[in-house]
């Protein structure tokens, strides 16, 4: 089954209520898991590594915490799924990374569906390109203008 992991569900989720936030007001990974009931422990590494990969900026201190770094129509889906858990792959074939621990797979080359998953792999990469953050925070706004 295809679906986000939960590192990259909460980041999705910080990031949208981010997103909400108004006159760049700061959100502290404890606001935000107390609000969601997320382990903060873990939305707290999430938002470290968002922050690393330059999605939300952090200030420390007593008054600190979290805002978006770029505006929601700058952040897409696949860019934070990577952040978060590494390239999206449907199958073993698709895995491109010159650290993966298997190599390739020892099926290529009479493969029936390598092809096909391949395509698919495109086609799912692209679109989730073409779905940004803004239309997660506004998804009726969203598609009013699409």
């Known amino acids: 089954m295809l679906a986000f992991t939960k590192k990259t569900g909460y980041g999705l989720i910080a990031l949208s209520y981010l997103a909400r936030l108004e006159g760049g007001r700061l959100a502290s990974a404890r606001e935000i898991a107390r609000r969601f009931g997320m382990p903060a422990p873990l939305l707290m590494n999430v938002l470290k590594e968002l922050s690393a990969a330059g999605y939300v900026s952090a200030t420390r201190g007593a008054h600190g915490g979290y805002?978006?770094?770029?505006?929601?129509?700058?952040?897409?889906?696949?860019?934070?799924?990577?952040?978060?858990?590494?390239?999206?792959?449907l199958a073993e074939c698709v895995q491109h990374h010159p650290e993966a621990e298997t190599g390739p797979c020892r099926l290529m080359d009479r493969c029936p569906i390598a092809d096909p998953v391949h395509r698919v792999q495109r086609k799912l990469s692209d679109f989730l390109k073409a779905v940004t953050l803004a239309e997660i925070v506004e998804p009726v706004a969203a598609e009013a203008e699409g």
């Open 67 to 89: 805002r978006l770094a770029r505006r929601p129509e700058d952040i897409d889906l696949q860019q934070v799924v990577s952040v978060l858990d590494g390239p999206i792959r």
